[in-house]
Nanobody, 126 residues
C-alpha cells in the first residue's frame, strides 16, 4: 500500500513561488497516475494538475502556464512547482494517486484516486 506525504507549503506573497513535494512510501509509484488537488475554505475540492506514469501532464485552466507538475520515479516523488501565485491559490493542497495501465491518461476526477496524502497548506498574501 502506498502512503503519500506532502511538504513544501507555506506563506508566500502574491507573485511568489513555491514547490510542493509528495513523497511516496510503501511501494513504487512508477506505474501510478499522480495528481494534485486543492481545497479552499468553504469550497469543494478541485483538480489542479495530474501526470501519467509516462510523464504526460494535465492542468486546470486556472493554473495552466503558472504551475508545473513533474515526477521523479527514481525518488518516488511528485512535485508541483507553483509560480506567479495569486491570493485565489490559497488552499490546502493534496497529492493523490492511483495505479494505472494507461501511459496516456491521468484523471481529473478525485474519486478515481484511491490514495491521498494529508495535505499541505498554501497561503498567498496580498
Amino acid at each position: 500500500q502506498v502512503q503519500l506525504v506532502e511538504s513544501g507549503g507555506g506563506l508566500v506573497p502574491a507573485g511568489g513561488s513555491l514547490r510542493l513535494s509528495c513523497a511516496a512510501s510503501g511501494r513504487t509509484i512508477s506505474r501510478y497516475a499522480m495528481g494534485w488537488f486543492r481545497q479552499a475554505p468553504g469550497k469543494e475540492r478541485e483538480f489542479v494538475a495530474a501526470c501519467t506514469w509516462a510523464g504526460a501532464t494535465y492542468y486546470a485552466d486556472t493554473v495552466k502556464g503558472r504551475f508545473t507538475i513533474s515526477r521523479d520515479n527514481a525518488k518516488n516523488t511528485v512535485y508541483l512547482q507553483m509560480n506567479s501565485l495569486k491570493s485565489e491559490d490559497t488552499a490546502v493542497y493534496y497529492c493523490a494517486g492511483y495505479y494505472s495501465d494507461s501511459a496516456g491518461y491521468a484523471s481529473r476526477r478525485g474519486y478515481e484516486y484511491d490514495t491521498w496524502g494529508q495535505g499541505t497548506q498554501v497561503t498567498v498574501s496580498l
